[in-house]
């Protein structure tokens, strides 16, 4: 007895590392959860000798988990009673309208739009009508096999419930588990941001465009966490009665967007801080900050995901220190947006080290929520210029050509054509090629790889492959598409060769299937409303004029009268970088459109650097607001010049006034030589930035005449598109 307890003790600490490697990474649990439930599904149905039910079961539990929504254990609740009903009656549908391929395929176009604008709703809503149409197809693959017409939908369904019950059950055993993931998931995509902005220091002028480029894609990633943050908080908040149980984790939320608006100001063109003599000391130092503030990101988010303490990092109180002592003891001192950024790295490093500390001292925020009701949001999809109308339109059409096609050839297993419809056409071109190419690839490879290994393994042992694919297809899911797809293709074919021994016989039909769904998709996307990306960039480049003016406003605003509640600040914040986003993906996503529509590359990759910076320099100027209530801005004659021209560009660049761009130029050139001959124009932050804010919205006009007036053909192409 001592000796098995010794040896118990002995595998605790392998058990904790492990423990803790296994949290760390949030998409293990979701692969955890579906390869048990699946698993225990196979090997028990296949034990009772019912292979047909055993795989039925199996992809009901998978697309259970594929349509799964982060919501609090009430709002899970509802969404497996939504998905009940439309998993069933998308199920039953398919079985019962089978004798009639006319009235089936015009279903499936009707209930394809219908499903795709209820999911337009609310992320939970979306997740419901993807499992919906992902039941449909799956039911029309296993129709030919199913012993009785009721058998799928029940199976189906009931495959769906017992891994919906397994999550809501694991949810309720750790109910804070989703909020603490989207906020780590927050706090880690800043680490990479704080990374990559430490090469800044030093770095040349031809450096910052391209760090810069990249610092504007990371931001992305941490937009989308904040946005994803709040939503779970507001599902959170809307469930629970007593608000302050959620009093950490909204403090966390907070905290990490105070320390987003930091991480992304910037005081001054890194090229000139970098060759000021005054700052050659310290520059080293701002980069080592930088890389103790990512690590420290980095550890806060893995505290959350394992439940461990945070341990600050010590290395970073030793470069605080060192770096605050450098400037005590040299002659030359830095200049002054050194020392400002500086000051703002320290205020970032104290809210590390003091973030489990302070929670219980704040008031509970307000969230952003969308006040409009269901029927409103639903409604306001309702015309052919809404994104959602038209990718549910495309795939509608992409649908019905596909189940035509698969039909009157009599393509075998055609189904899977819908299938891989589904799967790779995505909203636009650029995003359906990407899907489209990772698809062939990875069912090729699958496909070879899977005949390779099957003829190897015994019944057990494909038994066991099926378990370890659905494991490792949801680990790479989110991670490395194609690669997911190598582990669904074996999956599907250990299924069919489980359930009538043809796995391999069924992998051709499988990949020619593929590339036709894979075809379909691309000639729909192509030519039905394409929307290529460089006609986004007018439109596009307006909204991001107009938030980033809402953003000024709103700082200018802020540093006249402080108010404890900046709710409406943090709003007009987001809204300014979810533009500068929009912008970011334009540049990316124009990669990959065909070369001709490949038009204004080079620009839309400058305009994605310079709304960068100018958003950077705004949130400079908001993250000092807190240090200026004594010395508010006294330059209101110039603030207002400057929202004045800034709703100026906005208006030329929705009207297309030739003669108002000259205008504007005027103002802004008259604007920075206001700030420019202001005698405190070296000791007053906000007159430098200001002056950088108008120096870099110039820039970007005299970009936008690039693709403004160019070409007269591609001006009445937008202006149509637009009406």
Known sequence: MKKLQNLR?????????????????????????????????????????????????????????????????????????????????????????????????????????????????????????????????????????????????????????????????????????????????????????????????????????????????????????????????????????????????????????????????????????????????????IRQLLRGLSTASHRFGHSLLTGKTYKHPTALDWVTTAVANTIKNNDVQPSLPISLLIRNLKASHLAFKNIEDNYELVMLPKLEKDPRSYFERFKSQLHISHPKMRYALQLSLAFVIAYCTYRFFEIEKGEWVILTVLLVLQPSYSETRKFLLQRIFGTLIGVVSGILVIQLVTFSGQIALMILSTYLFFFWLKRQYSISVIFITFFVLCAFNIIAGKGVDVMAPRLIDTVYGALIAFIVIRFLWPNWQYKKLPELLSLVILNNSAYLKAILKAYKSPHPDDLEYRIARRKAHRADNALVMVWQNMQLDPKKHQKLKATAFRLTYLNHALLSYLSALGVHKDHNTKQSINVVIIENHILKTLDQANKWLTVKDIKEMKSIEEDLAEIRRMLHTKKEISERLDYSLLFNITEVTQRILKEAKRFHFTDDDDLKTVLKDRA
């Not at 605790?12 to 949030?26: I, Q, S």
């Not at 039941?135 to 799928?152: E, H, L, R, V």
């Not at 629970?240 to 608006?261: A, G, I, R, T, W």
């Open 9 to 285: 003790f002995k595998q605790l600490p392998w058990l904790a590392t492990y423990k803790t490697k296994f949290l760390r990474n949030p998409n293990r649990l979701l692969s955890a959860k579906a390869t048990l439930v699946i698993g225990v599904l196979l090997i028990v149905t296949l034990g009772l000798g019912y292979p047909f039910y055993a795989v039925t079961l199996g992809l009901g539990a998978l697309a259970g988990a594929l349509s799964e929504t982060d919501d609090h254990p009430k709002g899970r609740l509802k969404s497996m009673a939504l998905k009940i009903i439309c998993f069933l009656i998308a199920s039953v549908s398919v079985e019962l309208l089978q004798p009639y391929p006319i009235i089936l395929g015009v279903g499936l176009g009707l209930s394809t739009i219908l499903l795709i604008l209820i999911g337009g709703i609310s992320e939970r809503f979306r997740g419901v009508s993807f499992g919906g149409l992902l039941i449909g197809i799956y039911t029309m693959i296993g129709t030919q096999i199913s012993p009785d017409w009721y058998m799928q939908p029940i199976l189906l369904t009931s495959g769906a419930v017992i891994y919906g019950l397994v999550s809501y059950l694991q949810l309720r055993l750790k109910p804070y588990s989703l909020l603490e993931e989207q906020l780590a998931r927050g706090f880690l995509a800043l680490s990479l941001y704080f990374e990559e902005k430490s090469k800044l220091f030093p770095s040349t002028a031809s450096e910052q465009k391209d760090i810069r480029a990249s610092l504007a894609l990371l931001n992305v990633k941490t937009v989308v966490a904040l946005d994803r943050c709040k939503e779970v908080l507001n599902s959170y908040g809307e469930s629970l009665p007593d608000q302050n149980v959620l009093k950490p984790y909204l403090y966390y939320f907070m905290v990490l967007q105070s320390l987003h608006e930091r991480a992304t100001s910037s005081h001054e063109r890194y090229d000139l801080l970098s060759t000021d003599p005054s700052n050659k000391d310290v520059i080293g130092g």
